[in-house]
């Protein structure tokens, strides 16, 4: 008998207790955000897709057109080719891309190249109606950020 | 005014008891027999609701058994449901037609 | 005769209709869910015609009880034997027993429609009689007070008894889902274990 | 002018109240849920509908014209019958017990003398709404949720009548006008404090409320015995829940609150359904809130609650009662 209203008090007591931490909760300010209108910034730890450095200097790129991460890619997603122009040294990127429909954003790529001329974009808004979409050509985001 | 004569509740009430009796004959199944009973209490209760409201000199008379009708239709049909359980289990069917232990 | 008089005929004869639709519904269906359905319709017209016959007390006791009540522990005794679209009843092809039904039927509605109309009933001559629940409830627990009492008692021993039925005898709960006889034989092992 | 003269003012009276009422029945369904996702949203920390309209205000209204016009999908193998009946069974009984809540002192279509008895025979058709859609989708999940809702109908409307009773018994009356005009120098609630408690806890579970949403728990049954329902089928159950919820909250406020009484307005005998609909409608958020706090209850527990703590509660408080009003 003793249990049964010692049972009835503290359940009592808890269900008044959980309906004052909502009721906090209910005036509290909201803390998501209504993300097509107004976005948040991303953490410089986001691992998006890959993108070429941009060199500060030079204003171009650091690849060399190696091929290591082409190699090293898991899934076979990047495809890079180089030429070598006349009267240079190096070879000079004609197409770096990413198949993005493939990749699983594992890094190796990014891990491998000798001059670390890769790195992680910021990008995060990702969505198309087609496959096509999702073959990104990286060497032409370089050319926009170039500008 | 149809509504102001008792022959008209009577004959409602013989409707009730007949579509009952129909019912408990056609019905094959415990359920539809029990309500086919159901039917015929009803009708009994309209009856003596009728003969309160025209005949009788106290008005309490007939509601009084109309309710006590009520109390015994409530009773009966829990039992009979836990009944039709009982029978469910141990012969794992509820048509009348195959229970019949208890046949001669 | 007054607007409000037509009114009130229009809606007897809507209750009539409901009364008699409901219990064709609930003789004919072959469907058993159907068929309390069909009581359900019955008993709300009865409802309405208790209404007419002046205790509007009994109308929503008729509704609480019957419709609120007894038709739904129908329904559950229906949820345990039957699946929703199972044809409950077996088509009836037993014309004796259709014949045995109409012809019962048929007898008792003329014999007692018969004695309904000969009669001559005396109507009550006093006016001031009192339909109100208050003295229903007096009469209740003054000149009915043993039969008030009874019924209690009736409605706990329906109780208590409908718990036992259904918890498979005063052995306690049974719950094998062997066949019939198996469950049988663990009942009698259990009650001899007792005695 | 011929016909007019013929219709008796009763009749047109309650014909107006008819229509106000199923009007009302819409703008509360609205309403309550487009509080009931704000609030949600609030609860949880996240604004809600936020999209049509200012703040989400047209949401619902846009939510109801994709229910419309959607198509009513009946399955292959129900019962037709009873599957198009099911929605209607649950919004017709809830207009009537409308009709005898007096909003005010003088708004009120028709005062019973016998007004609560009748609201609460109403509510005990509004379950066989349940059971019959349940049964004629012809789902496992369906069947389940009408099942549970059997067991817990029958279980809280017990408390429900007993909590009700000690106030019959205080105040000697069925009839709701006379209940609120007894509440004119204190409210029941202070006088019936256990009672009060025990209404409203029953209450939640007689509407399939959360905490003891069993018939329709989302995740275990999917929607219970609403699943297989779409477009309008759908949209009178829900409406049919929500005027459930306000016929619950407004006996409540008749009851214990003291129905339109406050403090005193101009045209006191119409304007005190101001004081009426802010009782109700607190009552409602409470409801509201109590579903975002809790976590469903499991069914042994729901029974237990019912049997164990709310029906001897109940019952020694009738008890207690009788014996203080006869002393």
């Known amino acids: ?82 030429e070598k122009m006349e009267g240079e040294k190096k070879k000079s990127l004609v197409l770096f891309e990413l198949d993005f429909t493939k990749c699983s954003l594992c890094g190796t790529c990014v891990e491998v190249c000798p001059k670390n001329a890769l790195e992680y974009s910021q990008e995060y808004n990702l969505a198309a109606f087609t496959k096509e979409a999702f073959h990104i050509d990286i060497l032409k985001r370089l050319e926009e950020r170039r500008i | 005014m149809i509504s102001n004569h008792l022959n008209s509740y009577l ?63 409530a009773a009966e049909a829990a039992i009979v449901v836990s009944f039709i359980l009982a029978v469910f289990r141990k012969y794992r069917s509820i048509d009348p037609d195959e229970v019949k232990e208890l046949h001669g | 005769m007054t607007f409000y008089q037509i009114v009130a005929e229009g809606l007897f004869f809507a209750f009539i209709i409901l009364v008699i639709l ?20 019955a008993l709300l017209g009865v409802a309405g015609i208790y209404f007419y016959l002046g205790s509007m007390f009994l109308t929503l006791m008729q509704i609480l009880i019957y419709v609120g009540a007894i038709c739904i522990v129908l ?121 | 002018m011929e016909t007019i003269s013929i219709l008796p003012p009763e009749l047109i009276r309650m014909v107006i109240a008819v229509i106000i009422i199923i009007t009302f029945l819409f703008v509360n369904a609205i309403m309550m849920g487009y509080a009931e996702r704000k609030i949600a949203g609030h609860v949880q920390r996240r604004p809600g509908p936020m999209e049509v309209g200012s703040h989400g205000i ?16 009946i399955p292959l193998n129900v019962d037709r019958t009873l599957f198009r009946v099911a929605p209607l069974l649950s919004f017709t009984p809830v207009i009537l017990p409308l009709l005898v809540i007096p909003f005010s002192e003088k708004l009120q279509a028709r005062d019973l003398n016998l007004g609560l008895l009748f609201i609460v025979s109403m509510g005990a058709v509004n379950v066989m709404a349940l059971l019959v859609g349940g049964w004629g989708s012809n789902n496992k999940y369906s069947m389940f949720g009408a099942m549970r809702a059997v067991a817990q109908a029958i279980a809280y409307e017990i408390p429900i009548l007993l909590s009700m009773l000690a106030v ?3 105040c000697n009356t069925f009839s709701l006008k006379e209940i609120v005009g007894a509440q004119q120098n204190i409210w029941f609630v202070f006088l019936q404090p256990v009672a009060f408690l025990i209404y409203v806890v029953a209450g939640l579970a007689e509407t399939n409320r959360a905490p003891f949403d069993l018939p329709e728990a989302e995740s275990e049954l999917t929607a219970g015995f609403h699943t297989e329902y779409s477009g309008m089928g759908f949209s009178l159950f829900f409406i049919g829940e929500y005027t459930n919820m306000f016929i619950v909250a407004s006996v409540a406020t008749v009851l214990f609150l003291g129905g339109w009484h406050g403090p005193h307005l101009p045209y006191g005998e119409y304007l005190g359904v101001v004081w009426f609909f802010l009782k109700v409608y607190f009552l409602l958020f409470l409801m509201i809130m109590v579903r975002w706090t809790y976590p469903r209850v499991r069914f042994d527990q729901l029974l237990n609650f019912a049997w164990k703590y709310l029906v001897p509660f109940s019952l020694v408080n009738l008890l207690i009662t009788a014996v203080v009003v006869k002393l």
């Open chain 1, 1 to 82: 008998m003793k249990q049964y209203f010692s049972e009835l008090y503290t359940g009592g007591k808890s269900l008044v207790e959980g309906l004052g931490v909502t009721m906090k909760a209910l005036f509290q300010p909201i803390v998501t955000v209504q993300y097509p209108r107004e976005e948040i910034d991303i953490t410089p730890n986001y691992r998006g897709h890959i993108d070429l450095v941009l060199d500060p200097e030079k204003k171009t790129y650091l690849c060399i057109s190696c091929g290591m991460c082409e190699k090293s890619c898991p899934s076979d997603c990047i495809k890079v080719t180089g």
């Open chain 2, 11 to 73: 004959i409602l009430a013989v409707f009730l008891l007949i579509a009952g009796i129909y019912g408990l004959i056609q019905h094959r199944s415990f359920i539809g027999m029990l309500v086919s009973t159901e039917l015929i209490l009803n009708g009994a209760g309209v009856n003596f609701m009728a003969f309160n409201r025209f005949l009788a000199p106290d008005p309490a008379v007939g509601q009084v058994i109309t309710l006590f009708i009520m109390g015994i239709a």
């Open chain 3, 22 to 41: 409901g219990s064709l519904i609930t003789i004919r269906a072959k469907i058993l869910m159907q068929t309390v359905l069909g009581l359900a319709v």
């Open chain 3, 75 to 195: 329904v559950f005794g229906i949820m345990v034997g039957y699946t929703p679209t199972e044809v409950a009843e077996k088509a009836i092809k037993d014309w004796r027993n259709k014949f045995l039904a109409i012809s019962s039927a048929v007898t008792a509605f003329l014999l007692i429609l018969a004695c309904v109309l000969k009669t001559d009933w005396i109507p009550a001559v006093a006016d001031d009689r009192n339909f109100s629940a208050a003295h229903l409830g007096e009469e209740f627990l003054y000149t009915y007070c043993l039969a008030f009492e009874l019924i209690s008692v009736i409605l706990l021993i329906a109780i208590i008894g409908s718990i036992i039925l259904a918890r498979g005898g005063a052995g306690g709960m049974v719950t094998d889902h062997r066949a019939g006889k198996e469950v049988a034989a663990v009942q009698e092992e259990k009650g001899e274990v007792s005695t």
């Open chain 4, 58 to 73: 047209l949401q619902m209204i846009v939510d109801g014209v994709k229910l419309v016009g959607k198509e009513l999908l």
């Open chain 4, 168 to 170: 019959i018994l205080m």
